[in-house]
């Protein structure tokens, strides 16, 4: 299973970014598509998830009421919808594919399948 991701880049604080997760090839087990990132010289962190079949959604706490993460099952594609963009949000962002839990599925070590990773870079 291979997990293609797609936006990204270099924009101000306070803009917006949207990333793409596209998994043609995601297992039938997959039971969370989940969004990670890690800034240099820092391990990867959880960023949200969300349910594949039932599209409830989860999210760290920095990020809440900033970023939304949506899900398109007919194009097999998840979203990171990210506004109010911080410079800290400054970090390379993975979408992985798990089978876990609502728990588990914020340890990255639960992911199977990763996407190549992304730069997002925000400025002051």
């Known amino acids: 299973v291979q997990l293609v991701q797609s936006g990204g880049g270099l924009v101000q604080a306070g803009s917006s970014l949207r990333l793409s997760c596209g998994a043609p090839?995601?297992?039938?087990?997959?039971?969370?598509m989940g969004w990670f990132r890690q800034a240099p010289g820092k391990e990867r962190e959880f960023v949200g998830a969300i349910n594949w079949s039932g599209g409830t959604t989860t999210y760290a706490d920095f990020v809440k009421g900033r970023f939304t993460i949506s899900r398109d099952t007919a194009s097999r594609t998840v979203t990171l919808q990210m506004d109010s963009l911080k410079s800290e949000d400054t970090a390379v962002y993975y979408c992985?594919?798990?089978?876990?839990?609502?728990?588990?599925?914020?340890?990255?070590?639960?992911?199977?399948?990763w996407g190549q990773g992304t730069q997002v870079t925000v400025s002051p």
């Open positions: 090839g995601r297992t039938s087990r997959t039971s969370w």
């Open positions: 992985g594919s798990s089978e876990g839990n609502s728990v588990t599925i914020r340890n990255w070590k639960t992911y199977a399948y």
